[in-house]
């Protein structure tokens, strides 16, 4: 029982270990695999919206984005690339490239994922009652073709008090351009 409860602690710290340095090795190495080109998304019908079958999305996003666009899946905390990244720009959807949210209204919240105290436009955020896991949650998805962003609470900074609590693999950030 003893030798059990080592064993255990001993692949719990290495998979820390694994999480917080990468798979590859030690401090300063790059553990970043380079990205794939992102493929184009797909153009809105008449009706302004982006309607796809389950497998036309697979063969646009990636494994981990269409797990979390489409099945509703949440990223790993403090592991996607928005988290504490602050340059100037717009962050679009992943999934159909409408404009969500601007790096004027993100902040660091600490929660582990990026956090935006507010929208770029009312319009472009759909907002849903989620009961999973046995909680009482608002989430937010993409009004334009449905991909599910995160959640949004009640305790952000001013102006609004609000929280947008986004995936990174949800959203795609766009730069300002240089003038």
């Not at 710290?13 to 090795?25: D, E, P, Q």
């Amino acid at each position: 029982m003893k030798k059990l409860l080592l064993l255990m602690i001993s692949l719990f710290a290495i998979g820390g270990l694994l999480a917080m340095y990468g798979a590859t090795g030690a401090p300063g190495q790059s553990s970043a695999k380079k990205e794939e080109p992102r493929k184009p998304r797909p153009k809105p019908n008449k009706d302004g919206k982006v309607v796809l079958s389950d497998e036309e999305w697979k063969k646009i996003l990636t494994p981990e984005e269409f797990d979390v666009l489409r099945k509703k899946g949440t990223e790993r905390a403090f592991a996607g690339k928005y988290d504490e990244f602050f340059e100037a720009g717009t962050y679009i959807c992943n999934g159909c490239d409408l404009p969500l949210f601007s790096s004027k209204h993100k902040f660091n919240s600490g929660c582990g994922w990026p956090a935006f105290y507010q929208g770029i436009d009312k319009k472009a955020i759909t907002e849903h009652l989620d009961t999973s896991y046995g909680m009482r949650r608002t989430e937010v998805v993409c009004s334009r073709c449905g991909g599910h962003l995160g959640h949004v609470f009640d305790d952000g900074p001013k102006p609004t008090g609000l929280r947008y609590c986004i995936n990174s693999v949800s959203i795609f950030f766009v730069p300002d351009k240089k003038k």
